[in-house]
């Protein structure tokens, strides 16, 4: 039933061109007046059944004439040819209407009034130029009817009007009506026209708005991206300024704590009572490496317990390993740490102890203290929550200036012991040479003691000579 009435609604609706719209409107316009033609020759024929005196002939031969003028052009208009669907159609009714005007009555029949039926419908579907011509068509069939007339071929009925009045007075309505149509019809057309370039225009306004619609919205959306973008840099800007003014600022304090310190335990104090607190860091080690052994020298928040070792070796534990590969160590309370790694990492120091309790050190980091490639000391720290990228940054700016005053102490201490040693044997030298002037005194002394005795030698030894030379002139003699 269903499949049945949707087959009948296709049959009874016009054809739908979706790229023509005039051609929609010709196919619906055209479907009307078909169905309409036939549906009045159905009620025609009807009404013929109850009149007796119609021949039934002629009204069967008028209803299969309008059968085929109407079930042609609708077979070509549902086929897609609708303007030629539609002349087929006005030009079997102009036929037709010929053919009756022949047979009952020419130009002065009721039949020839109903060529402007035909110059109508033309108006409705066609343009101006099919209007015209079945106007003009129209004129033609009545002069060709009048002289039909005038050579008695046409038999006319005697109360009708005179042949020349019919034929002028029909001819003067064909004209005025054709003209009307034509008006009507361009006034129509253009009014279509009008609307269609109204609507295209709307419709482009439309696309205009709705791109310049987009285009608003994009720029705002890209106004908005660009402002968080802006805001988010200037935040980042601003972030990254009090970074690195917190960073400054904690190096210049470093700094000056570590001016003036003598030796290297003041200093490791002082170095871990800076950082410690500015890390955040609960406990801290400092180690200072001498020869092949890592020292303690100095500590934050912890005391070694009783018997702790407070010497690594090289390689010995994280702290040695730390020295011994020169690269940090992080060690955090998802991984064992074994009991002599570490000072503060073992498994009875990796607590800080208060007088509120006792609490666990989650994150400890072991840094080695380097001066070019040689590693001066080892430094680590305990923290209950994980160290930052920018703690570990000011760790690492940190420890490079610790490594220099390291070193400048350690020379230092080093020139002083040089110093004190060359004191001690320059006071030694002093000594000797006070020895060595007193044994040159003695020695000078010695030496004129010698020079008097040589002289008084030497005078008893020309006496000698003279007693000598005397004994031998006596002997002489």
């Known amino acids: ?11 009874l609706s016009p054809p739908i061109f979706e790229d023509n719209e005039e051609k929609t409107r010709i196919a619906g316009l055209l479907n009307i007046i078909l169905w309409s033609v036939l549906l009045l ?15 039934l002939t002629v009204s069967l031969a008028a209803t299969v004439s309008v059968l085929i003028i109407t079930g042609i052009p609708f077979y ?25 005007n022949i047979m009952y009555g020419g130009v002065r029949g009721a039949g020839y009034v109903i060529y402007i039926e035909v110059i109508v419908v033309a108006g409705l579907l066609l343009g101006e130029r099919d209007i015209l011509n079945f106007a003009i068509s129209g004129v033609v069939n009545g002069l060709g009817l009048f002289l039909l007339e005038r050579q008695n071929i046409i038999t006319p009925n005697p109360s009708m009007l005179r042949m020349e009045v019919a034929f002028g007075i029909v001819s003067q309505v064909f004209i005025t009506v054709t003209v009307l149509i034509i008006l009507y019809h361009r006034s129509f057309t253009q009014a279509i026209e009008r609307m269609r370039r109204n609507e295209l225009a709307l419709t482009q306004s439309n696309r205009e708005l709705a791109a310049m619609q987009a285009s608003l919205e994009a720029q705002v959306a890209e106004r908005t991206r660009n402002a968080e973008a802006a805001r ?44 410690c607190p500015y890390l955040d860091a609960q406990v801290g080690v400092l180690y200072i490496r001498e020869e092949n052994s890592l020292v303690l020298a100095g500590t934050y928040a912890y005391q070694p317990p009783e018997g702790k070792t407070l010497r690594f070796a090289v390689g010995e534990g994280v702290v040695g390993q730390v020295a011994a590969e020169g690269i940090p160590h992080y060690l955090n309370r998802t991984m064992p740490i074994p009991a002599s790694d570490a000072m503060i990492g073992t498994e009875t120091t990796d607590k800080l102890v ?22 001066m000391g080892v430094i680590e720290f305990g923290r209950l929550t994980r160290f930052t ?67 008084q030698l030497r005078e008893k030894q020309i006496e000698l000579e003279a007693l000598n030379a005397e004994l031998r002139r006596q002997v002489s003699e």
């Open 1 to 11: 039933m269903v499949n049945t009435w949707d087959k009948l609604r296709r049959l």
């Open 41 to 55: 020759e159905i009620l025609r024929s009807l009404s013929f059944i109850f009149i007796p005196e119609v021949d």
């Open 76 to 100: 070509m208009m549902h086929t897609g040819r609708v303007h030629a669907a539609t002349r087929i159609f006005l030009s079997l009714t102009w036929i037709s209407i010929t053919g009756i």
């Open 232 to 275: 988010a840099a200037a935040e980042a800007a601003h972030q990254s300024l009090e970074t690195q003014m917190w960073q400054v600022t904690g190096l210049a304090q470093l700094s000056d704590v570590m001016r003036n310190k003598q030796n290297i335990l003041t200093l490791a104090t002082a170095v871990l009572e800076q950082i």
């Open 354 to 375: 208060s007088s509120f309790g006792t609490i666990t050190l989650n994150h400890i980091v072991l840094y080695p203290i380097l001066h070019g490639e040689t590693v």
């Open 389 to 455: 990228e920018v703690h570990i940054q000011l760790l690492e700016q940190a420890l490079e200036r610790v490594a220099v005053v390291i070193n400048t102490v350690q020379t230092n201490e080093r020139i002083q012991t040089l110093f004190q040693e060359t004191q001690r044997q320059a006071e030694g030298l002093q000594m000797q040479e006070e020895e060595l002037r007193a044994a040159n005194e003695e020695l000078e002394a010695q030496t004129e003691s010698l020079r008097i005795s040589e002289a």
